[in-house]
């Protein structure tokens, strides 16, 4: 069998989270939730991952961040650290939707709703057929725009629009590096080589992101462009 | 001189993204991907936009300045990165990339200052920083005045813009005028047509004693001038008069520190210190006042990943200690702190 070791993590939430998997189980794994700190905690929490399964950043096999939808500032350091990562090691890097993760970690059946923050009063959102089925999403709405009549994952966020959210908050690494794991298990190395090296374009409308596969480039799924203002005329200074 | 280290500067404190390589201090590459083009049409940098780039033009950049330098990745010794100041969500960019090529070779993190980086940058031309020098950095985000005893232990500040930077008034007298953005380049070249003389503009805290500078006086005196003499102005001589209004003031300043703190070396850095006339008058006053002066070619004075470089091969040469992997991005990162 195939050595491998996914370095997973993601931080695309409030939550950075960072894990190592062996294609099996979850070797190690470290989780924090603090919303404005994700530059200063992600390096230190892979290193820390890597300390406490006694493993070596030469011995991972692939890298995978999660790719959003998120607060753009965060999930830029997870995807920057990714690529940087994937091409001093000479290993892929990939990128997995930040909500397929928070999916696969409820390992249900049944089909249900995921929900993160969006900030502005809104949500990222996408609705599953099961634990790894994507039907629709992600998009971002108000929540009174997010589906009804489903079972709600995900953050605890404008329940009294949307109702009761249950579930995992937050994404977790280690359900991050068992879905992508799980994805390389079933891809033969070419397969796998082409996932990677796709176009690393960047998603930001809602169109783009339909058809994306689970497992992809390290591209960001941003859903909104940027706002910015053409300015007009400059104003007067004389009364 | 094969055993210097090699040292990787990152620099995404704006709309650049620079990528510079040195073996000591010598340039071994120094790559730039602007995103200058999409900000254009917004009348100045949108960081959104920023942030977004730097992603994107990250590893293809880092990549084709390896190449240039004829080096694989692995041959890096250390990694240097701008801690600050600059654009928040673009700085992060950069620090994050940083940290994650440390990691990934092995290799130390300086994360360092901004300003300092232009005052190194120096080096990579004109040789070894006197000790002490002065430096005058004017661009689209800074004017300051700085003492520097040794750009890797000591930087001080003595003096700054009190309201806008050089550039901004540069770029801010461009709209006025119907110039594109950012505006400095235009306003130099229509000036070389014009009279600096034409318009007396004002020379806000000229003569108060002090290192500081004040340009938005000027920038509104203009403007003010442009409305009152619409259609019958004289565009090259409204940008020459505006122009020497602006260099006037940051000279003499500079050679008055150079004067109060018997320093004998003035360096210019910064997008402003590519401007022909600044240049000019900087060497006619230097000459007569006995200061050497020191300018960077026009390419090194912006934004670049090689003063980035420059300063990580200082720090390294100096012995100090590493950056640890939980630094953050600073914003407003004060000057006097060269590396965090
Ligand atoms: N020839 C020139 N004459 C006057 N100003 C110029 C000239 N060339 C460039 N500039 C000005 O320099 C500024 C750009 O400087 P720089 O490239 O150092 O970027 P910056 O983002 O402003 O830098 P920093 O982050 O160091 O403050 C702009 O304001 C531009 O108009």
Redesign the interface.
């Known amino acids: 069998m195939l050595f491998v070791l996914v370095l997973a993590f993601d931080t695309a939430t409030p939550a950075v989270t960072a894990a190592l998997h062996d294609g099996t189980r979850v070797l190690a794994e470290s989780t924090t939730v603090d919303a404005r700190?994700h530059?200063?905690?992600?390096?230190?929490a892979?290193?820390s991952v890597l300390t406490e399964a006694g493993a070596s950043?030469r011995e991972v096999t692939a890298v995978v961040a999660g790719a959003g939808p998120g607060p753009?500032?965060g999930l830029?350091?997870g995807?920057?650290?990714?690529?940087?990562?994937g091409?001093?090691?000479g290993i892929p890097a990939y990128g997995v939707c930040t909500l397929d993760a928070l999916a696969y970690a409820t390992g249900s059946s049944e089909p249900f709703v995921v929900v993160t923050d969006a900030r502005r009063k809104e949500l990222f959102w996408a609705r599953y057929g099961d634990a790894r089925t994507r039907l629709d999403g992600p998009r971002v709405a108000r929540p009174h725009d997010v589906p009804g009549g489903l079972p709600i994952v995900g953050i605890r966020l404008y329940e009294e629009i949307i109702g009761a959210v249950t579930g995992p908050e937050h994404p977790s690494a280690g359900a991050l590096a068992g879905l992508a794991a799980e994805q390389l298990a079933g891809l033969t190395p070419e397969q796998a080589a082409a996932a990677a090296g796709l176009p690393?374009g960047?998603i930001d409308s809602e169109e783009a992101a339909q058809g994306r596969a689970v497992l992809g480039p390290p591209a960001?799924i941003?859903l909104r462009r940027?706002?910015?203002?053409?300015?007009g005329a400059?104003k007067?200074?004389?009364a | 001189m094969a055993d210097q280290p090699i040292v990787l500067g990152i620099e995404t404190s704006c709309d650049e993204t620079g990528i510079g390589i040195v073996r000591g201090h010598t340039l071994l590459a120094d790559t730039i991907a602007s995103s200058m083009e999409e900000h254009a049409r917004f009348g100045g940098v949108v960081p959104e936009v920023a942030s977004r780039a730097h992603l994107d033009a990250m590893i293809p950049t880092v990549e084709s300045a390896l190449a240039k330098a004829g080096l694989r990745v692995t041959d890096i010794d250390a990694i240097a990165v701008t801690a600050g100041p600059g654009l928040a969500g673009a700085l992060l960019v950069g620090v994050a990339a940083a940290k994650a090529y440390a990691l990934g070779l092995g290799v130390p993190l300086y994360g360092v200052n901004h300003l300092a980086a232009h005052v190194a940058v120096d080096q990579l031309e004109h040789g070894p920083l006197p000790k002490p020098c002065l430096a005058m950095l004017v661009s689209g985000g800074h004017s300051s005045l700085l003492l520097v005893p040794d750009v890797a232990k000591e930087v001080i500040s003595l003096g700054s813009t009190v309201d806008d930077a050089a550039g901004e008034a540069f770029d801010k007298v461009a709209r006025v005028l119907g110039l594109p953005f950012p505006g400095g380049p235009h306003i130099d070249r229509a000036a070389r047509d014009g009279s600096g003389t034409a318009i007396a503009f004002p020379r806000g805290k000229a003569d108060d004693g002090t290192l500081d500078f004040s340009f938005s006086g000027l920038k509104t005196a203009v403007a003010r001038y442009v409305e009152k003499n619409g259609g019958s102005l004289s565009l090259p001589d409204v940008a020459a008069s505006f122009q020497e209004a602006v260099v006037d003031v940051l000279t003499r300043k500079a050679l008055a520190a150079c004067a109060k703190h018997d320093v004998h070396d003035l360096l210019i850095g910064g997008g402003v210190a590519a401007n022909s006339r600044l240049r000019a008058l900087a060497q006619e006053r230097c000459d007569a006042a006995g200061v050497r002066l020191r300018v960077p070619r026009p390419g090194l004075c912006t934004d670049n990943g090689a003063m980035v470089a420059a300063l990580g091969a200082n720090l390294l040469e100096a012995g100090v200690a590493p950056s640890q992997l939980t630094i953050p991005a600073d914003s407003s990162l004060p000057i006097t702190t060269i590396h965090v």
């Open positions: 700190r530059g200063e905690l992600l390096a230190p892979i290193e950043l753009y500032t830029r350091v995807l920057m650290t990714a690529r940087a990562l091409s001093t090691l690393e960047r960001p941003y940027p706002d910015a203002q053409i300015p400059p007067k200074v004389t």
